[in-house]
């Protein structure tokens, strides 16, 4: 049996540095919100695969498609023999898309895939090519996502000169002090010294960051910006790469505000652990690409797409939306309760809608406390618990539990996290 310690220093030996782990455990099954490493030793998962496995690890439903779509094949490149499961799938995600009127839907494998192609079909529909995006957002590694994404360390460090036309906003936190009219006027301040909106083809945003620390757009941000984009003829991308598929307790995450998004790139909880992105985006505004401009060999596998028939049925079906705010409430509340304490490690109010839940490891006088989150996450690992942290100085822990997690695996997940803020705040 290999043992976490071979297997990390194989891993040293045979894998380049620069893929990061969060951890030196490795995986050997698991089940739903439960993970055992090689080792024998279980955890409870609030990582869930980076919010990956909204309905959690091997679900029965999912493993049933997965396992029939196998025994029939298992590609063949859709844009040379097409099939069904390609198609029933754009037409679930077309008649939920978070906006009025048709809508039509093309598949990749990854999240960067996905905004990449929101990008390309954006500067074809507009004739435009300017991208205006946020300081803290993430929204991919590929030259050209790493480019939108709004943090230099570790994302763009080292890689030479970004892709041209791409112009950072400050994104509004009260904790930060920075408000949605700083936001407005450096948008105001871009067009006037950098690129005439004229020239600009999209806004891209994510209606919570993710990496940037589980930040929620304010609703007066969001509306101003559609305002933008309706007056100058940009389209507005949403980015619900990580905030997709019941997470935030709507299918998306823009649900949450009175605005409609032109596109949506959508990936991760899609297929429950299988590899598949895609975009949804107004039919007018995806017809605009001629054909072969868009696709790739392996999007839209029809393995992926069978599990991802499944998934949209399990949340329907359980009634994940609403679960989702259940078990964000029960965070919620615990993290409440932990800030009151003295005993543990100093923590914030909890934010996010639904189950994307996160707060921050702060110091004494609030700052915000990289070092104690990165802590607090190595001992929720030895107490057994999956933690993952974020922010722009990896002050915030967020919790990603599958939303199919009984009550039971939640609380305990929960009393685990309470040991690991325990034994750093003793320290």
């Known amino acids: 049996m290999s043992l976490n310690a071979d297997l990390h220093s194989r891993r040293f030996a045979a894998v380049p540095r620069g893929v990061g782990n969060a951890t030196g455990t490795y995986a050997a099954r698991a089940e739903n919100a439960e993970i055992w490493d090689v080792e024998g030793r279980r955890y409870i998962d609030f990582a869930g695969g980076i919010a990956v496995l909204n309905v959690g690890h091997r679900h029965p439903r999912v493993i049933e498609a997965v396992q029939k779509q196998l025994g029939l094949y298992t590609h063949t490149a859709f844009q040379v023999l097409p099939y069904e499961p390609y198609i029933l799938l754009a037409e679930r995600l077309n008649a939920v898309a978070p906006f009025s009127g048709p809508a039509k839907t093309i598949f990749f494998t990854t999240g960067a895939e996905a905004v990449e192609n929101t990008i390309k079909i954006a500067r074809a529909a507009t004739g435009r090519s300017a991208v205006i995006a946020f300081a803290g957002g993430f929204h991919g590694r590929t030259m050209l996502t790493m480019g939108l994404t709004g943090k230099v360390a570790p994302y763009k460090q080292n890689f030479g000169p970004g892709p041209a036309e791409i112009y950072h906003l400050p994104f509004p936190d009260a904790r930060r002090g920075v408000t949605v009219e700083d ?177 921050d490891i702060v110091t004494g006088s609030g700052a915000p406390d990289g070092a104690g989150a990165k802590a607090v996450a190595a001992s929720a690992l030895e107490h057994g618990l999956v933690l993952l942290t974020c922010g722009k100085y990896g002050e915030t822990l967020r919790v990603l539990v599958p939303l199919t997690a009984s009550d039971e695996i939640v609380e305990e997940g929960l009393g685990l996290l309470e040991q690991a803020l325990g034994a750093v705040g003793a320290q």
Do not use: W
Not at 268 to 280: D, E, H, T, Y
Not at 307 to 319: N, Y
């Open 183 to 359: 936001a407005m006027r450096s948008l105001d301040l871009v067009f006037a010294a950098d690129v005439a909106p004229d020239r600009v083809a999209a806004i891209i945003i994510e209606p919570v960051q993710g990496e940037g620390g589980f930040n929620p757009a304010p609703v007066e941000l969001m509306v101003a910006l559609r305002q933008i984009c309706d007056k100058f003829g940009i389209l507005l991308i949403a980015d619900e790469v990580q905030t997709g598929f019941a997470r935030t307790g709507k299918m998306f995450g823009i649900e949450h505000y009175p605005v409609e998004p032109d596109m949506v790139a959508v990936a991760k909880s899609l297929a429950g652990g299988f590899p598949l992105s895609g975009v949804i985006g107004r039919a007018a505004i995806m017809d605009t690409v001629e054909p072969g401009g868009l696709g790739g060999t392996y999007g839209g596998s029809p393995v992926a797409c069978a599990a991802a028939l499944a998934v949209l049925d399990v949340i329907e079906e359980e009634g994940l939306l609403g679960r989702a705010d259940a078990i964000g409430e029960m965070i919620k509340a615990r993290v409440r309760g932990f800030a009151l304490r003295n005993d543990l490690a100093r923590v914030s109010e909890p934010r996010g809608p639904g189950a994307m839940v996160a707060f």
